[in-house]
């Protein structure tokens, strides 16, 4: 047996990260997953090429026909998600609304009904409000974190609770295993959008979750650099997932797969340095006299801060943070045109510090903690909030 067999699946995170879906290149021994760049895949006879060609409408693991379908750069950050998330299979995409869309598609039909968190990523938001119900299936959006909401709006035709287990933007966090099992006396499918947390924080699956999907753009990720979507479950749901991606074109780039599987090595040390960083600034707001109020869940004062402490891992919180500032829209703006490290954009989950100004939420700030030294990003925000006396 070679050292490249070892099973690392069931080894620390971090090493999970770094060792698994990763050996040596079989022809060149390049210790880096090559990235290949390739549309279509050779065999020397018509008989190999049917065989093949079978296998690949079965699914079946390491056949490559077509790189729409599958290629071994994605294939190998499958690998990879397989172990951090504790899943049977998982699938690569090109972005995070794709995970999400072939997710739903893969098991909603005309006719069915689904039920949705009503507070969701934007994108999200208009999938349920527009695009589903114009394809004839249902949607009913509630706050999930009153189960009596979820069960007053299922229906016999129910087919999927949705949610996002911390939702965007105002940080709700919904308890995974009791609406886990709602849906399945229920006979509905669980899907949760992890993106906010990554499998560091938190793995839904561990918690009865049926699929788990992400933006890796953002933590898997983590440098700003690739869309990516990523979906995990049972093979049987994964692989549905698969045909309908490979029916809508949603396949990853192998450049886009390849800084993907590059910065999934960092996850667990990013992570816990954004987590880190995110506390340390969300009890520095907190403290303010011009802060109304702070949303994060590692904070006493966050409503479901308990169950985060039930669910979450490693001592960590993510790198989520919401602050809302006293005063309206020039507030918000006076402090965020005074900072000089979070650039204002939209994304996360990057080495980088993020800052969202969301004048439709009320004029919340957002941000997604990188991981620069937390006293410059503090002495920073203070410098901001001096200029505003100005």
């Not at 056949?63 to 190998?76: C, K, L």
């Amino acid at each position: 047996m070679s050292r490249y067999d070892t099973d690392f699946s069931k080894m620390n995170f971090n090493t999970r990260a770094i060792k698994c879906g990763d050996a040596p290149d079989p022809i060149t021994h390049a210790l880096n997953t090559p990235i290949y760049e390739t549309s279509t895949y050779g065999y020397e006879t018509a008989e190999e090429y049917d065989q093949k060609l079978a296998e690949g409408a079965e699914w079946a693991p390491g056949v490559y026909i077509y790189s729409r379908t599958t290629n071994p750069t994605a294939d190998a950050l499958a690998e990879k998600v397989k172990a951090l998330e504790h899943s049977e299979d998982a699938f690569i995409c090109s972005c995070g609304m794709a995970a999400i869309s072939n997710a739903l598609l893969s098991n909603l039909n005309a006719g069915d009904h689904v039920i949705c968190s009503d507070d969701t990523f934007m994108c999200t938001a208009s999938m349920f409000a527009d695009i589903l119900p114009a394809k004839g299936i249902e949607t009913s959006r509630v706050e999930i974190l009153d189960l009596e909401n979820i069960k007053a709006a299922l229906r016999p035709n129910t087919k999927v609770i949705y949610l996002e287990v911390l939702s965007n933007p105002r940080l709700k966090l919904a308890n995974l295993p009791e609406i886990a099992k709602l849906a399945h006396e229920h006979g509905c499918k669980f899907i949760v959008d992890n993106t906010f947390l990554s499998p560091y924080v938190l793995r839904p699956l561990d918690f009865g979750a049926d699929m788990v999907v992400h933006s890796g753009t953002k933590y898997y990720v983590g440098h700003g650099d690739a869309l990516c979507g990523v979906v995990a479950g049972r093979k049987e749901d994964v692989d549905r997932v698969r045909y309908y991606s490979d029916n809508l074109g949603c396949h990853i780039s192998s450049f886009d797969a390849w800084l993907a599987l590059r910065g999934v090595k960092t996850l667990g040390l990013r992570v816990a340095r954004q987590s880190a960083n995110a506390l340390a600034l969300a009890k520095w707001f907190e403290a303010r006299p011009e802060v109304d109020y702070v949303t994060y869940p590692g904070l006493e004062s966050h409503p479901q801060h308990e169950l985060a402490n039930k669910m979450f891992l490693h001592g960590c919180y993510g790198g989520m943070l919401c602050v809302h500032l006293k005063g309206g829209y020039e507030e918000m703006a006076k402090f965020a045109d005074a900072t000089t490290i979070p650039p204002v954009a939209t994304s996360l989950g990057d080495v980088v510090t993020l800052m969202f100004p969301k004048s439709a939420y009320g004029n919340l700030i957002r941000f997604s903690v990188g991981c620069e030294d937390v006293e410059d990003l503090i002495a920073d925000f203070e410098k901001a909030f001096e200029k505003m006396k100005g």
